[in-house]
């Protein structure tokens, strides 16, 4: 399949979505699995369209992904508005640590004893699998920036946090199956550095940073109601771009560094706002028209008697002007990522990811949920929900990509890709058709009104 001809099959998609998207939201599906089942139908289980091997595409493929889980990461950080010592975020703390790590003990369990993996290649398996997708999950995430439901918040803080907090094993894992003993005394050095250092390291100074330059935009906006003079996807951009890359300079974690930038940004927002309640970009949806409609912002700010220079109105501008932008941007890497994903499957599908999957769903990380997380935190109903509510997507292709990228031998990387992207499509068929009408059962259950979604 040349170039022309991929042009051509991903502008069909786009645009039958685009006519269809009103028929679409109401749907009791996710789009990714419609995304999913174009690319089955375009590869060789379908038409036979496109065929590509994800060895052939690792190097890539590594790049690509990362972006769309950067962008993610990023928009999930700016959409939480909560103070960080509120309750909402205790969840996801939980989540992210103690429940991330036992579901990569069960699932590294059950690869070494069922599956007769090495434990190198089932620990790096059980990584790879571990956390929840920030690009994939944007449904059971926060609606906006008000929203303080639990679940909702728990599931957005978890997906931010444990695509950076699952590196360190990914990295464990690949040095497992390089070293195949933990006798020597690589195991000090990881924890120090990958661990200790990394993880702190990388949380601080992306939020120092997005905090930072998010209080000088805002400065610098509120003097000028030009808003060519600021443009704030560029904001976003570099932002994104900086946080990574000053965050792996030090050797700390780029993942984490990005969404703690997310979360600085969104701060410095709030102190604009005067701590208020209500988020900037709706105290000013009225005034300025293009925030209401969704769109960018226009060359020249529709106010008068120069309410630009109201700092609140400068962060409002900002915020929305950078969540419309990163949410269009998501999309479009979804679409292109899900798409090959769909194609890539019928070259690498892997029986053994049936139980696999089962489990994990089913059984581990439901498990993990139930027994770790505090009932101040979460009732009863929200720990079978969030139990639930664990999608594998982009993520996990990011780290099976960086993995297959350093160091691993062809027999332990095609193990490893079969398992992964066959989990990882079941993820997405069994949660895209479950996720729905399991999420409108829990706003019923909350008293809330639910919400249609693609």
């Given at each position: 399949?040349?170039?022309?001809?991929?042009?051509?099959?991903?502008?069909?998609?786009?645009?039958?979505?685009?006519l269809a998207s009103a028929y679409l939201r109401w749907l009791p599906v996710?789009?990714?699995?419609?995304?999913?089942?174009?690319?089955?139908?375009?590869?060789?289980?379908?038409?036979?369209?496109?065929?590509?091997?994800?060895?052939?595409?690792?190097?890539?493929?590594?790049?690509?992904?990362?972006?769309?889980?950067?962008?993610?990461?990023?928009?999930?950080?700016?959409?939480?508005?909560?103070?960080?010592?509120?309750?909402?975020?205790?969840?996801?703390?939980?989540?992210?640590?103690?429940?991330?790590?036992?579901?990569?003990?069960?699932?590294?369990l059950l690869c070494h004893f069922a599956l007769g993996l090495s434990w190198?290649?089932?620990?790096?398996?059980?990584?790879?699998?571990?956390?929840?997708?920030?690009?994939?999950?944007?449904?059971?995430?926060?609606?906006?920036?008000?929203?303080?439901d639990r679940v909702r918040y728990g599931l957005s803080g978890e997906a931010?946090?444990?695509?950076?907090?699952?590196?360190?094993?990914?990295?464990?894992?690949?040095?497992?199956?390089?070293?195949?003993?933990?006798?020597?005394?690589?195991?000090?050095?990881?924890?120090?550095?990958?661990?200790?250092?990394?993880?702190?390291?990388?949380?601080?100074?992306?939020?120092?940073?997005?905090?930072?330059?998010?209080?000088?935009?805002?400065?610098?906006?509120?003097?000028?109601?030009?808003?060519?003079?600021?443009?704030?996807?560029?904001?976003?951009?570099?932002?994104?771009?900086?946080?990574?890359?000053?965050?792996?300079?030090?050797?700390?974690?780029?993942?984490?560094?990005?969404?703690?930038?997310?979360?600085?940004?969104?701060?410095?927002?709030?102190?604009?706002?005067?701590?208020?309640?209500?988020?900037?970009?709706?105290?000013?949806?009225?005034?300025?028209?293009?925030?209401?409609?969704?769109?960018?912002?226009?060359?020249?700010?529709?106010?008068?008697?120069?309410?630009?220079?109201?700092?609140?109105?400068?962060?409002?501008?900002?915020?929305?002007?950078?969540?419309?932008?990163?949410?269009?941007?998501?999309?479009?890497?979804?679409?292109?990522?899900?798409?090959?994903?769909?194609?890539?499957?019928?070259?690498?599908?892997?029986?053994?990811?049936?139980?696999?999957?089962?489990?994990?769903?089913?059984?581990?990380?439901?498990?993990?949920?139930?027994?770790?997380?505090?009932?101040?935190?979460?009732?009863?109903?929200?720990?079978?929900?969030?139990?639930?509510?664990?999608?594998?997507?982009?993520?996990?292709?990011?780290?099976?990509?960086?993995?297959?990228?350093?160091?691993?031998?062809?027999?332990?990387?095609?193990?490893?890709?079969?398992?992964?992207?066959?989990?990882?499509?079941?993820?997405?068929?069994?949660?895209?058709?479950?996720?729905?009408?399991?999420?409108?059962?829990?706003?019923?259950?909350?008293?809330?009104?639910?919400?249609?979604?693609?």
């Amino acid at each position: 399949m040349n170039f022309l001809e991929w042009m051509a099959v991903l502008g069909i998609l786009l645009l039958i979505l685009a006519l269809a998207s009103a028929y679409l939201r109401w749907l009791p599906v996710t789009t990714s699995l419609i995304y999913l089942g174009f690319g089955l139908l375009i590869g060789q289980l379908g038409v036979g369209l496109w065929d590509m091997d994800f060895l052939h595409i690792a190097g890539w493929m590594e790049h690509l992904t990362e972006i769309a889980v950067l962008v993610s990461l990023f928009v999930s950080g700016l959409k939480l508005r909560m103070p960080l010592r509120d309750p909402a975020w205790k969840s996801a703390y939980i989540l992210a640590g103690p429940v991330m790590l036992a579901c990569i003990a069960g699932v590294a369990l059950l690869c070494h004893f069922a599956l007769g993996l090495s434990w190198g290649i089932a620990v790096l398996i059980g990584a790879i699998l571990a956390p929840t997708d920030p690009v994939l999950a944007s449904l059971v995430q926060v609606n906006n920036s008000r929203d303080s439901d639990r679940v909702r918040y728990g599931l957005s803080g978890e997906a931010g946090f444990n695509d950076g907090t699952a590196f360190p094993f990914v990295v464990f894992g690949l040095l497992l199956i390089e070293q195949e003993t933990l006798a020597s005394g690589w195991v000090s050095d990881w924890a120090v550095h990958r661990l200790l250092w990394a993880v702190p390291a990388g949380l601080l100074s992306g939020y120092l940073l997005g905090r930072l330059i998010g209080k000088l935009a805002i400065f610098l906006r509120a003097r000028n109601a030009d808003t060519s003079m600021s443009p704030n996807d560029s904001l976003a951009l570099a932002l994104i771009a900086l946080a990574y890359v000053g965050a792996e300079l030090i050797g700390a974690w780029g993942f984490l560094a990005v969404f703690a930038a997310g979360l600085g940004l969104r701060h410095a927002e709030k102190d604009a706002a005067d701590e208020s309640e209500t988020p900037s970009e709706e105290l000013i949806a009225n005034a300025v028209p293009h925030m209401a409609e969704g769109g960018l912002a226009p060359r020249e700010l529709p106010l008068e008697g120069g309410k630009i220079a109201e700092p609140k109105v400068a962060a409002g501008v900002m915020v929305g002007d950078i969540l419309t932008f990163g949410g269009q941007l998501e999309r479009m890497l979804e679409v292109l990522l899900v798409t090959m994903l769909g194609v890539l499957v019928s070259v690498h599908w892997d029986w053994r990811a049936v139980p696999l999957a089962l489990a994990l769903f089913l059984v581990i990380r439901p498990l993990s949920v139930w027994l770790l997380m505090p009932r101040r935190y979460l009732d009863r109903t929200q720990c079978l929900t969030v139990g639930w509510f664990g999608i594998r997507g982009i993520g996990s292709l990011y780290y099976l990509s960086y993995a297959v990228t350093h160091g691993l031998l062809p027999d332990e990387a095609e193990a490893i890709i079969q398992l992964v992207i066959s989990v990882v499509v079941l993820s997405i068929v069994i949660h895209g058709l479950s996720t729905q009408p399991l999420l409108r059962r829990y706003e019923r259950s909350r008293g809330d009104t639910p919400t249609g979604h693609g």
